[in-house]
């Protein structure tokens, strides 16, 4: 009888290790994700622990702001709350659905952040105004420093603070941006809104729209 010999290739094993450990947390995701169908809040934590820091470090890297990220996964999760049925399993793993769900999110507000950008722009003429110089034009107007801010009192509290950080204290878009963690578009559009209001205000002919 002829000797027979096994060749034993240990990178094989550890592949075929790696599927089937894969394929058991494939499972247990599965049945988790099926559980939270039946409204089991301790399976929807589990698949937020197990995912929720993975999914947030995908949507820094697209947004590349923390509060921003912390929404987008918040959504994507939610949907898996609201609408775990929309999960399909022939068509990937919990993981790859959950991150895909986060990834889409992300660039669509990437996406609608830099088409408000575009409005806010083509609505200005293309050029972002020289707003501190419209408020001390405004003030030369008003010839008090008092009626302008009588007149800010009264724009709503998030434009009246970004056109305050500009007109008090002489910071940029791009500075107070950063520092109420808002995006640039955020601002630009607030402050125009809020000059075209104080503008109305202290120039009562002029169409505040």
């Not at 622990?49 to 702001?65: D, E, F, I, M, S």
């Not at 408020?135 to 998030?158: F, G, H, N």
């Given at each position: 009888?002829p000797?027979v ?5 240990p ?5 075929k290790?790696t599927?089937?450990?894969?394929s ?12 939270v169908?039946?409204?089991?809040e ?9 995912y929720g820091?993975?999914a ?10 923390a ?10 999760f939610?949907?898996?709350w ?17 991150m895909s769900?986060?990834?889409?999110r ?11 950008r575009?409005?806010?722009?083509t609505?200005?003429?293309e ?25 800010l ?5 998030e434009?009246?603070?970004?056109l ?5 204290e002489?910071?940029?878009?791009t500075t107070?941006?950063?520092e109420?963690?808002?995006?640039l578009?955020t ?13 109305a205000?202290?120039?009562p002919?002029e169409?505040?729209?």
């Amino acid at each position: 009888m002829p000797a027979v010999t096994v060749a034993f290739d240990p990178r094989t094993t550890r592949r075929k290790l790696t599927i089937v450990v894969g394929s058991l947390e494939d499972a247990r995701d599965r049945e988790l994700v099926r559980r939270v169908g039946d409204g089991d809040e301790e399976a929807f934590r589990t698949l937020f622990r197990r995912y929720g820091p993975v999914a947030k470090a995908l949507a820094a890297r697209v947004l590349r702001q923390a509060h921003l990220a912390e929404e987008i996964v918040q959504e994507a999760f939610l949907v898996l709350w609201r609408s775990p049925d929309s999960y399909r399993e022939d068509r990937g793993t919990v993981r790859a659905w959950l991150m895909s769900t986060v990834h889409h999110r992300a660039v669509d507000l990437v996406r609608r952040e830099e088409a408000h950008r575009r409005r806010i722009q083509t609505a200005a003429g293309e050029v972002q105004p020289d707003v501190g110089q419209q408020v001390v034009d405004l003030t030369d107007l008003a010839e008090s420093r008092e009626r302008v801010r009588a007149a800010l009192a009264e724009i709503p509290p998030e434009q009246r603070q970004v056109l305050e950080l500009m007109y008090f204290e002489g910071k940029t878009q791009t500075t107070i941006a950063g520092e109420l963690t808002l995006p640039l578009g955020t601002v630009k559009s607030r402050t125009l809104l809020g000059m075209r209001r104080l503008r109305a205000m202290l120039t009562p002919s002029e169409d505040p729209r």
